[in-house]
């Protein structure tokens, strides 16, 4: 049959797919091979062709700026014990997490819009989480008193020492006591005792939970000292609210008393705090709201 390739017309009997190649017709495109990366303390891998090798270029270069910021944060004692690998999963989707640490300690990320973030805006956050792994399983401490409070709080006040430029959820780049501390005045914070009491307000309270627990260990960090914050974090006996007062000195409600007037101080001395808290709200204020009496 290759005789009658190139010809201006192809003999009946020849099949389809054949004559679709003899004529120069349509075929399928090769499927994309999906991009990846690997650093001294990373894999990248994408799930689809949806990242660029441009994007991987990109994240691994991130990831290792992140990496050497955490490291020199936690300290040399909390480091990894192996390579994080990072799975970009394509497009945002509302069914699915924007981003996670599985099981395996791997961590999978969404692409939002470039101004919120891109594939990149909770990647310092997911690195916080994945550093924290190997303690994860060294201690069990998943079903400790305040674990779910310590994780994401400590994770995300880890993101923003790194990294608060970042244009990822929940800061999105604006300054954190200027989100938190407007949030404190319009009487939208959840007291942070229900917090630890109620973790499962974590994802449908995720634009006030976010923040309020970050601005708690900032308050800790500035005002008990990064080794507090880091004997908090990676304790080695379960993490109730005795054993935190303990490390503290002060009973846990005190803290959360003094970190109230502590954060209001701050946004006080801010010139233009409330424009700047509109201009988020602008931006972000039809989010969900969790309310006390119905929804804690």
Same mark, same amino acid.
């Not at 497009?91 to 692409?111: E, K, W, Y």
């Not at 630890?196 to 973790?199: A, C, F, G, I, W």
């Given at each position: 049959m290759s005789a009658f390739i190139g010809r201006s017309r192809c003999w009946p009997a020849v099949p389809v797919c054949l004559l679709l190649a003899a004529c120069g017709g349509p075929t399928e495109p090769e499927p994309a091979t999906p991009v990846s990366r690997s650093s001294a303390h990373f894999d990248f891998e994408s799930t689809t062709a949806d990242a660029t090798a441009a994007e991987m270029d990109l994240g691994i270069s991130l990831a290792e700026t992140h990496y050497e910021a955490i490291a020199n944060l936690v300290g040399a004692n909390h480091l990894p014990g192996r390579? =994080?690998?990072? =799975? $970009?999963? !394509?497009?945002? #989707?509302?069914? #699915?997490?924007?981003?996670?640490?599985?099981?395996? !300690?791997?961590?999978?990320?969404?692409? @939002?819009?470039?101004? $919120? !973030? !891109? @594939?990149?805006?909770s990647l310092p956050h997911e690195v916080a989480h994945a550093f924290r792994y190997t303690y994860w399983h060294r201690f069990n401490i998943g079903p400790w008193e305040n674990f779910g409070f310590i994780e994401e709080g400590f994770a995300e006040?880890?993101?923003?020492?790194?990294?608060?430029?970042k244009g990822g959820f929940p800061f999105y780049g604006y300054p954190e006591d200027v989100v938190v501390g407007h949030m404190l005045i319009r009487g939208d914070a959840i007291p942070m005792q229900v917090m630890?009491?109620?973790?499962e307000l974590n994802t449908p309270c995720q634009w006030q939970t976010y923040p309020l627990r970050a601005s708690w260990f900032r308050y800790v960090d500035e005002t008990y000292g990064r080794a507090a914050v880091l004997a908090i974090a990676y304790a080695e006996v379960e993490t109730t609210n005795e054993m935190i007062a303990g490390l503290l000195g002060v009973a846990i409600a005190q803290v959360d008393a003094d970190w109230d007037l502590w954060l209001r101080a701050r946004y006080a001395a801010i010139p233009n705090a409330e424009a700047v808290a509109q201009a988020y709200l602008a931006r972000f204020g039809d989010e969900p709201t969790c309310r006390a009496g119905v929804d804690y």
């Open positions: 390579k =994080i690998k990072v =799975i $970009l999963e !394509g497009p945002f #989707r509302p069914d #699915r997490s924007a981003g996670f640490v599985d099981d395996q !300690g791997n961590v999978h990320l969404s692409r @939002y819009r470039d101004d $919120l !973030g !891109g @594939y990149f805006g006040f880890v993101a923003q020492q790194v990294y608060p430029e630890r009491d109620r973790h």
